[in-house]
Nanobody, 126 residues
C-alpha cells in the first residue's frame, strides 16, 4: 500500500499561517474517512480534523476550530489543512492518515487509522 505523503510544514511566528498538503493516492476516494493528526513531544497523538467520504463537512478538535480548515481535492487525490492564526501550542509533527479499506471506524482516534504518512513538522514561535 502506498503511504500518504505530507508536505508544507515549516517555522512561523504566532499569528502566521501554513497550508499542509497530503498526497493521499487512492485513499481519498476509497476510504471511509481521512484524518489530520498531530503529536507534540511528550504528548499523545491527537486528531486535529477529519472528513468522511460521504460528507463535505469536516470535523475539528475544539483547540483548532475557527483557525484550521480541512479540505480535499479528489481530482488531485490531495488533502489539505489550512492553518491560520497559529499559536505556539500548535507546534507538533502533523500527519495525515487513512483507515483500512472496507472498515468504517468513528475516525476520531489514532487507533481507527492504519496508514500514516511520515509527518511534516510545524513550529510556531511566540
Amino acid at each position: 500500500q502506498v503511504q500518504p505523503v505530507e508536505s508544507g510544514g515549516g517555522s512561523v511566528q504566532a499569528g502566521g499561517s501554513l497550508r499542509l498538503s497530503c498526497a493521499a493516492s487512492e485513499y481519498i476516494r476509497s476510504r471511509h474517512c481521512m484524518g489530520w493528526f498531530r503529536q507534540a513531544p511528550g504528548k499523545e497523538r491527537e486528531v486535529v480534523a477529519r472528513i468522511y467520504s460521504a460528507s463535505e463537512t469536516p470535523f475539528y478538535a475544539d483547540s483548532v476550530k475557527g483557525r484550521f480548515t480541512m479540505s480535499r481535492d479528489t481530482a488531485k487525490n490531495t488533502l489539505y489543512l489550512q492553518m491560520n492564526n497559529l499559536k505556539p501550542e500548535d507546534t507538533a509533527m502533523y500527519y495525515c492518515a487513512a483507515p483500512r479499506k472496507g472498515q468504517f471506524p468513528l475516525c476520531n482516534r489514532p487507533e481507527d487509522f492504519s496508514f500514516w504518512g511520515q509527518g511534516t513538522q510545524v513550529t510556531v514561535s511566540s
